[in-house]
């Protein structure tokens, strides 16, 4: 990984490999190296990029964000019809100040989803997040729209591991295998306030647990930030249209550690209220996860020590999930 990063992350227009994605040999497509050149470079300097022409219109990334805008600005007894609880499988709506990192108390609120499951499918493990999302009433069909915006995302973010799977030396499919055939994910409605003081931590510094993900934030506000190796915080301005993407704790662990998650936090300078929608995607829930054959044998014993001890991905997000809301229950 580079030392630093530039002042603006870097922008990839993926549309080349968005029309070769269901194409076996896309990797002969002039278009589509040029795609993985720059998706591996990314990945190994920064581990934090935009990306352009992935075919999700900008009018329906917009609507995703003005509606949850209007969710947030309801009264707050209305936003606790769906008040998230451990005994509705951790989704649903989260007040201000009850989500921690690093033990501290972040200043946002959120509706909190996660892919459904028959209930017993996971075992003891799933248990903690069966049950349905909890979708409001108003504003009116915002859960459809939330639905579609998800398919969409799924699409999305296999086609981008397919490049980031060619950029490690792979086929397109290395992403695909038996961690990965029915993949989890996770979708985070974020709200900022407003704030009129400096340095208000809107969520504290951490990386994120899954394989990879995309941020739908405000275009008209600078809050995410992300760590360089020399310790600075780097902001991450928007780019009207773009979702800027982040690879996660299991894509380090699959690649063998030759990428990996990069350290970001938010912290919300605006008087205005900012939102922020991530969608997160992971590998199966009770994947066991250790890198990938091809992986550990093209980067075997190159640089620090590439010994893995095995992850449960469920086991590992369930951890993540219970220490987030460790005062959920005194205070539901």
């Known amino acids: 990984m580079a030392t630093h990063f530039k002042s603006l992350l870097p922008v990839i227009d993926i549309s080349p490999l968005v029309v070769k994605c269901d194409d076996s040999n896309m990797a002969e497509d002039a278009g589509v190296v040029e795609v993985v050149r720059k998706l591996d470079r990314a990945c190994r300097d920064a581990g934090f990029f935009y990306v352009i022409g992935h075919g999700i219109s900008e009018d329906l990334i917009r609507k995703v964000r003005v509606m949850s805008h ?87 973010s296999r086609n981008i591991l397919r490049g980031i799977s060619l950029a490690l030396g792979g086929s397109p499919y290395e992403f695909e295998g038996k961690m990965m055939r029915d993949p989890f994910w996770i979708m985070r409605i974020l709200g900022y306030p407003g704030v009129n003081q400096e340095n208000v931590i809107g969520c504290g510094a951490h990386t994120d647990y899954g394989l990879l993900s995309l941020i739908n934030q405000d275009d008209d506000k600078t809050a995410l930030q992300v ?24 894509l380090k662990f699959l690649s063998n550690r030759v990428y990996e998650s990069t350290l970001h936090r938010v912290i919300n300078n605006s008087p205005r209220y900012r939102v922020c929608v991530g969608f997160f995607y992971e590998t199966n829930f009770n994947a066991v996860v ?14 620090t020590s590439r010994v893995f001890k095995r992850v449960v991905y469920g086991e590992h997000l369930v951890h993540k999930l219970q220490t987030t809301f460790a005062n959920l229950v005194e205070h539901s």
């Open 290 to 303: 250790e890198p990938l054959d091809i992986f550990k044998e093209k980067y075997s014993g190159k640089g």
């Open 227 to 250: 760590r360089d190796l020399a310790g600075d915080w780097i902001p991450v301005i928007p780019i009207p249209g773009s979702f800027v993407c982040n690879i996660g704790d299991m």
């Open 70 to 156: 209007e969710f947030f600005e309801l009264p707050y007894e209305e936003k606790l019809k769906i008040k998230i609880t451990p005994a509705c499988g951790y989704r649903g709506y989260q007040r201000i100040g009850l989500n921690l990192t690093n033990g501290k108390q972040d200043m946002h609120e959120a509706i909190d989803c996660y892919k459904e499951f028959n209930e017993g499918k996971y075992g003891d493990l799933g248990k903690v997040l069966e049950g349905p999302n909890q979708w409001p009433d108003n504003p009116q069909e915002y859960k459809e729209l939330m639905e579609e915006y998800i398919k969409l995302c799924i699409d999305l």
